[in-house]
């Protein structure tokens, strides 16, 4: 065989001794799996891997070749696989990445490796350079690489690595990596049985997607990490006391839970932290007297401590008659603790818990030496075979990836392949909304997986969806209750909007002509007489139903000689209160003032409604109060108009204290409904993702809608304006303290900007 070694220059240098010493820290940590005569191998692979990364550089500012040796230190050492994987580990990135190629892998290493490296190179292509990747296709693409089943679990390693040192990326780098990870990677790596990788992988890509919530998890851990203990304590001395009586040896700890875990559970059943984390479990693994009867020690366990407390029924959880699919085995149980509180117990015998932590690779270490990596071969197998059933197609596949999802995200496939993310519940119409404006505004139906389905058809991960559009489709009011992204519900608003603005229009245009025939001047008095008579509340409602031809106004002569009998206001939630003190006849409500007077200083409160006035409420420009801000109104004493103002708008001091005889008390009443527009100014140091981050906090806020967000940087600093609908001041208030958490973002304010 041509050994490399002496195909390569060897000019010691600073890299050089560096990756001397990275070398003799792979082989300390693989000696449990490679025999003496294998590590020829390993180091013929890394030499290669050396020479070949030479120079280059990570983005941390390490030489390249500390990766591949970090993998390859997973691998063996995290994963329990052997001299053959190690070298893979080493050389993964060789052919992607620098000259060399297939053909000199297969050269220097044989077939075997080189095949390993094919399949490597290929599963990256797959995973890293498109974006788009399909339920059917992933399949596939599963199937022909795990011909080799270790490239996968080598591959597994390599994102281990990367989400380890995920640092170092820029941060939409770091989004797109966390969220593949958590829709593959962990995923997968459940589903071969790699516990610890699998959790590790969740919390770290939960800590790149929601750093505020995981820190927050992460504290209240160590906040109650004491009171935890010493329960456990508790609950473990009489165990200890009496299995050690019967001779039995065993560790027992509480089981950890990892953050990912807590949060996923506090999303999905909706609890808070103390619920979650109050949920005792604890782990007993012991050594068996000899192989033989692990089994039945795991029952001599659980006989044991149900003597000492009261399982509850039907709570058993035998996994090991029965293993699951991934080759867990274990004995659950649930029993009654001290404090009056349910406690899982999980019996492990030493090999199960390696089995539990590090899959199937564990199995070989109890089968002795010599049957080595054939017993890897038929793990293999086994995967295979499940990836091969033909019980379960591609989306039945991912299923079991779904339950690993983030509880209040699923991710969908365009038809051609792309990956979408919406929130939970979200329909067919929130991702036609999402590829574009237009495309939501022309749907008519869809198909998910190839059945046809309504618009607001539910969608879950995995489906795949296609649009269907008609350039008849008219946007439709109910669409708002179809929709859960902000983006499809401001996109309807907006289509709504314009749409209505037309209508108004040409119900003006109608109603004015219409005046003029009967030789009545429009005015803010002939509409206050109109607008009860249709049952409608404000002018453009008026002008919108005249527009669509819903009112006719066949009838308004006759409206306009007849006298108004007012009704309940109530705009917007907001009521009207007039003074008590003004106690008005009817008669003088049969000829109204045109200019009645309000007094600010009287006490008012709200009145039988049939001594409302009918005005039209506006809000003003120079402040946009909303519901929940202590507001003040100004009655025109020329329009009939009432004008809100908040009540600390100069606008309305200067009014307050120059026309106070036209000032109103006003109060809001329900804000269930009610969705106001305001106006937040914010500014920070610009990065790479601020945009998404901020409208990202938005979207989840359920109670917020965009209207509009502009962002402008220069030099490095951002500026920006956001319009959005919220229910009331708390919403807003909620919103711009999570907005003000954003890394980058330095200040954000309501804007109350003050024009005349
Ligand atoms: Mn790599």
């Known amino acids: 065989m041509s050994g490399i070694i002496t195909d390569i220059k060897t000019n010691i240098t600073d890299e050089d001794a560096y990756a001397e010493k990275l070398y003799e820290d792979l082989i300390a940590s693989c000696s449990q799996h490679v025999k003496k005569k294998d590590l020829k191998l390993v180091r013929k692979a890394f030499d290669l891997a050396k020479e070949s990364h030479k120079g280059v550089k990570r983005k941390s500012g390490e ?43 297969e050269h220097f290493f044989g077939e075997k490796i080189a095949s390993i490296i094919d399949g490597l190179t290929k599963i990256s292509g797959v995973f890293d350079k498109r974006s788009s990747l399909q339920a059917e296709n992933f399949r596939k693409m599963l199937l022909t690489l795990s011909d080799d089943v270790r490239v996968i679990l080598i591959k597994l390693a390599d994102r281990l690595h990367n989400m380890r040192t995920l640092e170092s990326m820029p941060t939409n780098k770091q989004l797109k990596i966390a969220g593949e990870t958590i829709y593959l990677y962990a995923p997968l790596a459940h589903r071969l049985g790699l516990y610890s990788i699998k959790t590790e992988l969740e919390d770290l890509s939960l800590k790149y997607r929601h750093p505020n919530v995981f820190d927050e998890i992460a504290l209240k851990i160590k906040d109650n990490e004491k009171k935890r203990q010493q329960e456990i304590n508790r609950f473990s001395l009489p165990i200890i006391e009496k299995l050690g009586r019967n001779n039995i040896k065993f560790d027992i700890n509480g089981r950890p839970k990892s953050i990912f875990s807590i ?44 003597d000492i407390y009261t399982p509850k029924p039907d709570r058993i959880r035998d996994w090991i008659s029965s293993p699951k699919a991934n080759g867990y085995e274990a004995l ?83 038809p051609k392949g792309d990956l979408k993310t919406l929130p939970k519940y979200s329909t067919a119409l929130d991702f036609a909304y999402d590829i574009h404006s237009e495309i939501g505004n022309k749907a008519i139906g869809a198909k998910v997986n ?60 109608i109603l004015e002509t219409k005046l003029r025939e009967l030789k009545v001047q429009p005015s803010g008095r002939v509409l206050k007489k109109v607008l009860p008579e249709f049952e409608v509340v404000t002018k453009d409602e008026l002008y919108s139903k005249i527009g669509s031809g819903i009112i006719k106004l066949d009838n308004l002569r006759k409206i306009l000689k007849k006298n108004t009998k007012n009704k309940i206001i109530r705009y917007w939630g907001l009521q009207i209160a007039k003074s008590t003190t003004s106690n008005k006849t009817k008669k003088e409500n049969i000829a109204p003032k045109r200019k009645q007077k309000f007094s600010y200083k009287d006490p008012l409160i709200i009145k039988d409604s049939s001594e409302k006035e009918q005005v039209n409420i506006e809000f003003a ?69 601020i945009a998404a981050d901020i409208t990202a906090i938005i979207s989840t806020e359920l109670s917020v809608n965009i209207r509009k967000i502009f962002i402008e940087t220069h030099d490095g600093i951002f500026e920006g304006e956001i319009e959005l609908y919220v229910h009331n001041v708390t919403d807003l208030n909620n919103l711009i303290m999570n907005i003000s958490k954003i890394k980058g973002v330095d200040s954000v304010k309501r804007k109350e900007e003050i024009s005349k």
Not at 276 to 282: N, R
Request: charged letters at 25%.
């Open 63 to 105: 030489p390249y070749i500390v990766h591949p040796v970090e993998v390859a230190k997973i691998v063996t050492s995290e994963i329990g696989l052997g001299a053959v994987s190690i070298a893979c580990a080493l050389l993964h990135d060789v052919v992607e990445d620098t000259e060399y190629t297939l053909e000199d892998i």
């Open 263 to 306: 949060w996923n559970k506090m999303q999905t059943k909706n609890i808070p932290f103390e619920e979650v984390y109050d949920l005792m479990a604890i782990r007993i693994v012991f050594k068996p007297l000899n192989p033989e009867i692990e089994k039945a020690q795991c029952w001599q366990i659980y006989s044991l401590i149900t």
């Open 332 to 414: 659950h149980t649930t029993v009654m603790g001290p404090n009056g509180k349910w406690v899982e117990v999980q019996i492990r015998s030493q090999r199960m818990d390696e089995i539990a932590e590090r899959g199937f690779a564990a199995h070989w270490k109890y089968k002795g030496e010599g049957s080595g990596e054939s017993e890897l071969d038929k793990w293999i197998k086994k995967i295979r075979i499940m990836l091969e059933n033909p019980n379960s197609d591609a989306l039945e596949f991912l299923d079991e990836f779904k339950m690993n999802l983030f509880a209040a995200e699923i991710m969908v496939f365009t």
């Open 450 to 509: 190839h059945k046809l389905v309504p618009l607001n058809y539910v969608l879950r991960s995995g489906d795949q969806v296609e649009i269907i559009t008609s350039n008849k489709q008219k946007i439709q009011k109910e669409w708002l209750e179809h929709v859960k992204t902000a983006k499809a519900k401001s996109s309807i608003t907006d289509a709504i909007k314009a749409e209505t603005k037309d209508r108004i229009q040409k119900g003006k245009t």
């Open 621 to 689: 420009k120079c402040c946009n109060p909303i519901p929940g801000d202590e507001v003040i109104g100004y009655k025109n004493p020329d329009i009939d108009d009432v004008l809100i103002h908040k009540a600390k708008c100069p606008n309305a001091i200067e009014l307050m204290s120059k026309e106070g005889n036209y000032i109103v008390r006003v109060k809001w009443t329900s804000q269930k409904y009610l969705s106001s527009l305001a106006k937040l100014s914010l500014s920070g140091i610009d990065r790479i993702g």
